[in-house]
């Protein structure tokens, strides 16, 4: 036998007994390149969130020391939107707009078909009611339509994603007065009677918006006007305007205390409704 062959026999007889080998531990892959970026920022929890909520409320001024904690929400006004109902050639009745019924506006009301932009009012509620804010119960809406028609939505409701079935749901409100679940006949949509003044509660602080206003950027808006505890203090109106042209006015409102805007140009409605519930969200702890 030769010298390899014996030292082959010999490898693999010391290799067959348990005892004389020892385990090998495996070892971690070594990264190279570049460092590795740190993680993300975890949100707070709704616990913690909640309890820097009351250490900065009980530090402040604002909320008195006397005031019970209650739920409170903030109630945005969807101000002069074009909800108007128009009977088509087939005997049906459509949402008035400047797409489908152009001839109408023109000969028949008179008016500019620009005028009558309705999707306008589908952009903003889509935006109100599906921030985080409506969905932690913080947020209530209300629409005043160019007919002075007051309409009060459930902060459940869903609003379709489609403006062809958002144009039936509002010809069904403005016909029928009121929009009920199908599961449990719970209310998402009525027609309330006049004045808004009387749908607010006691106390509460009225601001228009209009790019005319008064400048605050988001954040310095939500640290001027707004409490520092969701479950707390005043409550707080902001009046939006739904429509194609003009401002919210006081003579139209004349509980508006001030007019107040959030940027140096001009923005669509749900542009600066996601400014100022996103300022107000990141105050109140809502993620």
């Known amino acids: 036998m030769s010298d390899d062959e014996s030292d082959a026999s010999s490898a693999s007889s010391s ?10 531990q495996p070892r971690k892959k070594q990264r190279t390149g570049t460092s590795v970026p740190p993680p993300l920022e975890i949100a707070p929890t709704a616990d913690a969130a909640k309890a820097t909520i009351q250490k900065q409320a009980n530090s402040s001024s604002i909320v008195g020391k006397n005031n019970k904690s209650s739920s409170n929400k903030l109630i945005i006004i969807l101000d002069q939107a074009k909800l108007e109902t128009v009977k088509n050639r087939r005997g049906n009745y459509e949402l008035l707009n400047c797409d489908d019924h152009r001839d109408i506006c023109k000969k028949k009301l008179k ?9 306008i009012c589908h952009q903003e509620l889509l935006a109100l009611l599906d921030s985080p804010l409506n969905k932690s119960g913080h947020l209530q809406v209300y629409i005043r339509t160019c007919q002075n028609v007051l309409i009060e939505l459930h902060p459940s409701v869903r609003i379709p994603r489609t403006y062809k079935r958002f144009a039936g749901l509002m010809v069904q409100l403005l016909h029928k ?7 449990n006949g719970t209310t998402l949509m009525k027609v309330i009677k006049n004045p808004m003044s009387q749908h607010l509660p006691v106390g509460t602080h009225v601001y228009g918006m209009s790019c005319q206003g008064t400048l605050y950027s988001p954040l310095g808006l939500a640290k001027a006007l707004v409490p520092l505890d969701p479950n707390g203090g005043e409550t707080i109106c902001f009046v939006i305007g739904a429509m194609a042209s ?18 140096e140009y001009p923005l669509s409605g749900a542009a600066a409704i996601n400014r100022i519930l996103g300022a107000i969200e990141h105050q109140w702890g809502i993620v």
């Open 15 to 24: 290799n067959s007994e348990p005892s004389a080998v020892e385990p090998v």
């Open 111 to 119: 008016k500019d078909p620009k005028e009558f932009r309705p999707d």
């Open 177 to 183: 007065m009121k929009i009920k679940a199908s599961e």
């Open 246 to 263: 003009g401002h919210v006015t006081v003579e139209d409102h004349p509980y508006i205390e001030k007019m107040i805007s959030i940027s």
